[in-house]
């Protein structure tokens, strides 16, 4: 049973400057006595009593601006942050695709950097070396994959992020915004193994700031503000609230076909 | 739509166990245990990046071990008036397993802060870093053990029979035998004990960044401390000081912790006297280390990530 919930959950980062993460504060202070406010460590509210609940077959898109909160409540349900306070609960495998220069070894070759992140994901290596033909089919990468990870453009980054985490047919797929770096094509190609897996009884929760790859893959957002959880509902209502604008006004007729959308229709807002 | 209402939410099961649990910290060494494939294959990943693009690669290690136990062995032993025979496989020994302990003691401080990336983007047990760093130093002492093999070799009949390390007052060694098979718990028990350094100091230097450059200062200043390129005999040489027994001066070496670990390992590797009270103090470290590992990992483990 795959699920996320998370009960009045906060995430609040510490923020230790040079001094107060030192022992040498920690030992003054208490010979000193008071210094005032400066002996408390700064606190950056990232996220703020999140409520949420997520099943099987959702598929999530993160909305907000930069520093809302997206990134850290999309870390927070990969586990990677346990939150401050309230709680949080991730049933399923998880496979988060965040910073895409992050996370990765530069130096060492795109192969073994999928041996690494299959690894991670709860692979073993016997199965990763049988996937491996597969993501390289899929990541069109072929002999590139040889090479150190350093070479790689942004966009062929993103391919064998996304070609380990298809492959591995996780149950719960996070993804941050930086998957869009890639190229028109390779996306449809993406898109259908993407919307594939979240059929075979998965999730998926993308944070990202693009409408078109926002309906290519979720039916449902989450509009973040300021680590509160402002609005959660449908893209498409979300999105019209978010912007200020029906999104489908302002997309193009070929997008529109793309996502099997009578143009027509737009003008209905029932019909998402 | 599958969204779930706010009316639904409020019925939602109550919440697991908080972060702090016994529980929690019992999980996460388990399952990083577990995920042994992982950390093996990171542990040789870092071998191999370290020497990527050198021609003899991770021989390097070998190498550079066998260059300083030479020179060390040479100079000390002429310093001391040692046999070379046998002082040059006494400090080559030694400092093998020096190289292991503060391996673990230094890139122990290291394991999270040097694994954020990973921390921050993946989610895996936190055990999983620390026995990565504790594999890659246990490779690394692989390769330093050839040195230890070729040196066997060449001083073999030295070695098995009855020898001292310090010539007339040294004590009597019963040589290699049987006893060299100890040298295989002893590693173990060395390995376990790199466990709860590797977290315990891992998680202590993530939160202050002060620890790694005072563990760093330390061990420096134990390693002159610890009976490696001397002997514990120099401290029992009635000479010395001229006047009284001179075997207090043993507690030099006896109130150091890393003493009675180089000992459990070294003396069945050179064939030197073992005595067992060394690996009672190592046993009862172990006991106590992994305890105050449990402890730190079950109130911080969750905060590590945001430390990093």
């Given at each position: 049973?795959?699920?996320?919930?998370?009960?009045?959950?906060?995430?609040?980062?510490?923020?230790?400057?040079?001094?107060?993460?030192?022992?040498?504060?920690?030992?003054?202070?208490?010979?000193?006595?008071?210094?005032?406010?400066?002996?408390?460590?700064?606190?950056?509210?990232?996220?703020?009593?999140?409520?949420?609940?997520?099943?099987?077959?959702?598929?999530?898109?993160?909305?907000?601006?930069?520093?809302?909160?997206?990134?850290?409540?999309?870390?927070?349900?990969?586990?990677?942050?346990?939150?401050?306070?309230?709680?949080?609960?991730?049933?399923?495998?998880?496979?988060?695709?965040?910073?895409?220069?992050?996370?990765?070894?530069?130096?060492?070759?795109?192969l073994e950097n999928?041996?690494?992140?299959?690894?991670?994901?709860?692979?073993?290596?016997?199965?990763?070396?049988?996937?491996?033909?597969?993501?390289?089919?899929?990541?069109?990468?072929?002999?590139?994959?040889?090479?150190?990870?350093?070479?790689?453009?942004?966009?062929?980054?993103?391919?064998?992020?996304?070609?380990?985490?298809?492959?591995?047919?996780?149950?719960?797929?996070?993804?941050?915004?930086?998957?869009?770096?890639?190229?028109?094509?390779?996306?449809?190609?993406?898109?259908?193994?993407?919307?594939?897996?979240?059929?075979?009884?998965?999730?998926?929760?993308?944070?990202?700031?693009?409408?078109d790859l926002l309906?290519?893959?979720?039916?449902?957002?989450?509009?973040?503000?300021?680590?509160?959880?402002?609005?959660?509902?449908?893209?498409?209502?979300?999105?019209?609230?978010?912007?200020?604008?029906?999104?489908?006004?302002?997309?193009?007729?070929?997008?529109?076909?793309?996502?099997?959308?009578?143009?027509?229709?737009?003008?209905?807002?029932?019909?998402? | 739509?599958?969204v779930t209402s706010?009316?639904?939410?409020?019925?939602?099961?109550?919440?697991?166990?908080?972060?702090?649990?016994?529980?929690?910290?019992?999980?996460?060494?388990?399952?990083?245990?577990?995920?042994?494939?992982?950390?093996?294959?990171?542990?040789?990943?870092?071998?191999?990046?370290?020497?990527?693009?050198?021609?003899?690669?991770?021989?390097?290690?070998?190498?550079?071990?066998?260059?300083?136990?030479?020179?060390?062995?040479?100079?000390?032993?002429?310093?001391?008036?040692?046999?070379?025979?046998?002082?040059?496989?006494?400090?080559?020994?030694?400092?093998?397993?020096?190289?292991?302990?503060?391996?673990?003691?230094?890139?122990?401080?290291?394991?999270?802060?040097?694994?954020?990336?990973?921390?921050?983007?993946?989610?895996?047990?936190?055990?999983?870093?620390?026995?990565?760093?504790?594999?890659?130093?246990?490779?690394?002492?692989?390769?330093?053990?050839?040195?230890?093999?070729?040196?066997?070799?060449?001083?073999?009949?030295?070695?098995?029979?009855?020898?001292?390390?310090?010539?007339?007052?040294?004590?009597?060694?019963?040589?290699?035998?049987?006893?060299?098979?100890?040298?295989?718990?002893?590693?173990?028990?060395?390995?376990?004990?790199?466990?709860?350094?590797?977290?315990?100091?891992?998680?202590?230097?993530?939160?202050?960044?002060?620890?790694?450059?005072?563990?760093?200062?330390?061990?420096?200043?134990?390693?002159?401390?610890?009976?490696?390129?001397?002997?514990?005999?120099?401290?029992?040489?009635?000479?010395?000081?001229?006047?009284?027994?001179?075997?207090?001066?043993?507690?030099?070496?006896?109130?150091?912790?890393?003493?009675?670990?180089?000992?459990?390992?070294?003396?069945?590797?050179?064939?030197?006297?073992?005595?067992?009270?060394?690996?009672?103090?190592?046993?009862?470290?172990?006991?106590?280390?992994?305890?105050?590992?449990?402890?730190?990992?079950?109130?911080?483990?969750?905060?590590?990530?945001?430390?990093?």
């Open positions: 049973m795959v699920s996320i919930n998370v009960w009045n959950a906060s995430v609040d980062f510490p923020i230790f400057d040079a001094k107060s993460r030192s022992l040498k504060k920690l030992v003054l202070g208490k010979v000193g006595g008071k210094i005032g406010t400066e002996q408390k460590v700064p606190i950056i509210e990232a996220l703020h009593d999140i409520t949420l609940s997520l099943k099987e077959g959702d598929r999530v898109g993160l909305v907000g601006h930069n520093g809302a909160g997206k990134s850290t409540l999309l870390r927070l349900l990969a586990g990677i942050y346990e939150p401050t306070r309230g709680s949080a609960r991730t049933l399923g495998k998880v496979a988060p695709v965040f910073d895409l220069g992050v996370g990765m070894d530069p130096e060492i070759s795109g999928i041996m690494i992140r299959g690894l991670f994901l709860g692979m073993t290596r016997k199965q990763m070396e049988k996937k491996v033909d597969d993501i390289a089919e899929f990541t069109e990468l072929g002999d590139y994959l040889q090479m150190p990870l350093r070479t790689y453009s942004t966009g062929m980054r993103v391919r064998l992020a996304l070609g380990v985490v298809t492959s591995i047919d996780p149950e719960i797929l996070l993804l941050d915004e930086g998957i869009g770096a890639v190229d028109a094509a390779f996306l449809a190609k993406a898109r259908t193994r993407l919307v594939d897996l979240v059929n075979r009884s998965g999730m998926l929760v993308f944070a990202s700031h693009q409408d309906f290519e893959l979720c039916d449902s957002a989450i509009w973040m503000d300021e680590g509160h959880i402002k609005m959660h509902g449908s893209l498409r209502e979300v999105i019209t609230q978010y912007k200020g604008r029906d999104p489908f006004a302002s997309m193009d007729r070929e997008t529109l076909e793309r996502l099997g959308i009578e143009p027509a229709l737009t003008t209905n807002p029932s019909e998402v | 739509m599958s706010t009316a639904e939410q409020e019925q939602a099961p109550p919440p697991p166990p908080s972060s702090r649990s016994w529980s929690r910290a019992r999980e996460d060494i388990v399952e990083g245990f577990r995920q042994r494939e992982l950390w093996g294959h990171l542990g040789w990943q870092d071998i191999k990046q370290r020497y990527r693009r050198s021609v003899i690669g991770p021989l390097w290690i070998t190498l550079s071990m066998a260059i300083t136990a030479i020179g060390l062995g040479l100079l000390y032993s002429q310093l001391f008036g040692a046999h070379i025979q046998t002082f040059l496989p006494y400090i080559t020994v030694g400092f093998i397993v020096w190289n292991f302990m503060s391996g673990c003691l230094l890139e122990g401080t290291d394991t999270f802060i040097g694994n954020e990336g990973l921390i921050k983007h993946l989610p895996a047990p936190l055990t999983v870093y620390a026995l990565r760093t504790v594999w890659r130093l246990t490779l690394m002492f692989a390769h330093n053990l050839v040195v230890y093999v070729i040196v066997l070799a060449i001083f073999w009949s030295d070695l098995t029979g009855p020898y001292r390390i310090t010539p007339v007052t040294g004590t009597l060694e019963p040589g290699i035998g049987l006893s060299i098979l100890l040298a295989i718990p002893a590693f173990i028990l060395l390995a376990i004990n790199g466990g709860w350094v590797a977290i315990l100091f891992g998680i202590i230097s993530t939160r202050y960044r002060d620890i790694p450059p005072v563990i760093n200062s330390l061990v420096s200043l134990i390693f002159f401390m610890t009976p490696i390129v001397w002997t514990t005999d120099i401290l029992t040489a009635t000479k010395i000081g001229g006047e009284g027994d001179g075997s207090w001066r043993i507690l030099i070496a006896e109130l150091n912790p890393l003493y009675h670990y180089v000992q459990i390992l070294r003396a069945p590797l050179i064939g030197t006297e073992q005595n067992w009270h060394h690996w009672a103090v190592v046993g009862g470290l172990t006991v106590v280390g992994w305890a105050m590992a449990f402890v730190v990992m079950r109130n911080y483990r969750a905060r590590v990530s945001y430390w990093v």
